[in-house]
Structures are given as structure tokens and as C-alpha cells.
């Protein structure tokens, strides 16, 4: 059995490898990156290093296998972002650089981060990431670690959090529904995304 913990430091090339072990739809991505970090960069590392109270993994005998990380006020880690997380990253990766179509995407996002509308943040000031390698799905992992996540973030006081799940996951979609998420907004472009949220 697995149980959850806060995240610590030493757990960040777990995180990372967990991101990218699932970063397509749900399933493992490595074929995709010629750089196993860079969609950890954007989805996984910075909520570490940002955010730590944020973050807690799923650890069984065989090691971390999974993670939900977030940050309590998404306006507040935006502007973080702006100002830690990314220059360094624009810095060590140029605009139009990658190995990949998919390490091309990720460096853009870098260089081009998409602001969350502020009808979500204001509402639904909380969001979240959700990822668990396939020894932990299926078993009611992922609902046990939402619920923990949930539970620290009211008693933080948070009134309300969201998510983005790709379209084309229809394995989250569902899960995400039958949870107990509403479904608030759809974006697009750049990216096909359902925003679902919930409140505390």
C-alpha cells in the first residue's frame, strides 16, 4: 500500500520522472522528449521549488509513484513564475530551440506561459496537478490523494480550486466528473482543455 507525504526536496527528480512518465494523456511520454525535463519544467519542477507546502507524493516499497502538487493562490504563483521560475529556463533554452516537436512545445510555453483567466482565479483561486504511475491507478489512489490535497487547502482557508485536463484524457474527464468537479470553461487554443472546478 502506498501512503501520502509532504513532499520533500529530495523527491524532485521523482516528480520529474513522474511527469514524464505520464505526460501523454495519462500515459508514458519518454518516446516524445529528446530532454526527459522539459515537461517537467512546466508541470512538475516548479511547483517543488515554488510551492513545496503545496506538494505531496504517493510512495509504496518501491519508491514515489506519484504526486499532487498545486499552488493555494494560482494569481499569486502566475507572477511567481514571471519572476523565478522562467528566466532562468529562457536563459538556458532559446526561443525556437528543440530536439523535438515536443521539446519544442514545452520551450515555447517557457518563453510564452498562458495566464489563467482571472474568472477561474478569482473563483477558484487553488489549482492542481494529479499524476500517479500504473502500479498506483485504479486502486482509489488518485481520489485519496485529492482528498488530501483538498483537505490542506481548506484549512489554509481556500474558497474554491481548479484544473485543466486535456480533452482528448477522457479517463481523467471522467474521473474528474465523477469526483465531484463541475465542468467551468473549455480553452481551445493553444491548448484543448477542459477547466473543471470545485468548491471548498
Known sequence: MATVRPYRPEDEDALYRICLETGLAGADATHLYRDPRVIGHVYAGPYGALEPQSCF???????????????????????RLE????????????????????????????????????????????????????????????RHMIDHWLGAMRARGVKGVHLGVGISNARAVRFYRAYGFSEISRLQSPYDVIFFGIAL
Open 83 to 142: 519572476s523565478e521560475w522562467w528566466p532562468k529556463l529562457r536563459a538556458r533554452y532559446p526561443e525556437g530551440s528543440g530536439e523535438s516537436e515536443f521539446d519544442a512545445r514545452m520551450i515555447r510555453h517557457f518563453h510564452h506561459p498562458p495566464r489563467t483567466p482571472r474568472k477561474l482565479s478569482e473563483s477558484w483561486p487553488a489549482h492542481l496537478h494529479i499524476d500517479l504511475l500504473p502500479r498506483l491507478q485504479g486502486k482509489g489512489m488518485g
Open 57 to 79: 507524493v504517493a510512495e509504496d516499497e518501491q519508491g514515489v509513484a506519484g504526486y499532487v502538487i498545486g499552488a493555494a493562490d494560482t494569481y499569486r504563483f502566475e507572477k
